[in-house]
């Protein structure tokens, strides 16, 4: 199962034993009783029938019992190398992490250095609110086995499979970059004051708004070992010539923004024709695909899951969507 049901239904599925990945708004996640669960808050989701919806009064349900066996833990800050570290030889860790904490800045940083990291896959996303409650509400995970919530843990379902399945994650990023300017950064992090475009030091708040880019719809697209990762814009602060990312830039890495993409949807209907759904069992596609994309009621392909604050896939990715596939 992996769909959106009412908040009476999570309750039953866990007071049944099911080990459950949920994710929905925080007034629905309160109610749900102790089990073996893990949970993020969020209000936005993709659904087969609708496409793109918005919801209050439902949460997204992914049986991970139906995969293998589930064991749950929580970690904060300083034991995030624990999430790989701890995953089974065979299956894959699902972290959610809340957006915007000491968590998502370190595992953002630190995570491609984490031992196993790409011998364990870690996938899953960014706990988020609804953009209406943006500074005024936190985003939260849950430990469903106290089914508390917290601020700035890392709660993570490891899936011990079966030694005749097998994990694949897909990752699936609409962004190439263009034939432009090359930027190179030279410390790791979220904000950016100045980079190098083309050998040259310049202020990169000033070089976006010579270029008009400071909208922020397109992304970043780092260029790793012929991988492409997206670190998207947050905010622009002109006059104190600093930029905030909502993914960390790395130093060593070449960059350039974005060509940019016509229609959201149609592209992502296309990608997943190709990838093929067959054997998904989760999926999480980012906060502003949605909102550039204008994606609200549009469908993108049958595959279903939240729409996050940043997603996971071994690292924390931007601007992207990641199917999880038992084969």
């Known amino acids: 199962m992996n769909e959106m049901i009412t908040v009476q239904a999570a309750a039953e ?29 969020i209000p936005y989701f993709m659904v087969a029938a609708g496409g793109v919806v918005v919801t209050e009064g439902k949460v997204f349900a992914t049986d991970l019992s139906k995969i293998g066996a589930i064991s749950v833990a929580c970690y904060g800050p300083d034991e995030l190398a624990g999430i790989a570290g701890n995953a089974p030889d065979n299956g894959f860790a699902v972290a959610i992490i809340p957006a915007g904490s000491q968590c998502h800045q370190r595992f953002a940083a630190d995570a491609a250095n984490y031992e196993g990291a790409f011998l364990k896959p870690t996938v899953g996303w960014i706990a988020g609110v609804h953009l ?32 005749d399945k097998l994990v694949t994650v897909e990752i699936v990023n609409l ?55 997206n ?37 992502f209907r296309q990608r997943l024709a190709v990838l093929d759904n067959k054997g998904a069992v989760m999926a999480c596609n980012c906060i502003l695909n949605f909102l550039f994309g204008e994606l609200e009621g549009k469908a993108i392909g049958g595959v279903e899951g939240p729409i996050t604050f940043g997603e996971i896939a071994y690292q924390l990715l931007n601007q992207t969507m990641v199917v999880v596939k038992i084969e």
């Open 13 to 41: 599925l866990i007071r049944s034993g099911a080990s459950l990945s949920l994710a929905g708004p925080e007034s629905a996640l309160d109610q749900l009783p102790p089990g073996n669960w893990i949970g993020g808050t």
């Open 132 to 163: 209406s409650d943006l500074g005024k509400v936190t985003p939260k995970v849950y430990d469903g086995r106290t089914a508390t919530k917290h601020e700035d843990r890392a709660a993570v379902a490891y899936v011990n499979l079966p030694a």
């Open 175 to 229: 962004f190439e970059p263009d034939s432009g300017d090359l930027l190179h950064f030279k410390q790791t992090g979220f904000e950016v004051t100045d980079c190098e475009v083309n050998g040259e030091t310049v202020n990169f708040a000033a070089y976006l708004r010579q270029r008009g880019l400071e909208h922020g719809k397109l992304p970043l697209v780092g260029d790793y070992a012929g991988a492409h990762v």
């Open 231 to 267: 670190a998207s814009l947050q905010s622009v602060d002109a006059a104190g010539g600093k930029v905030a990312l909502y993914a960390p830039v790395f130093s060593g890495v070449d960059y350039r923004f974005a060509k940019p993409v016509g229609d959201y949807a149609a592209a």
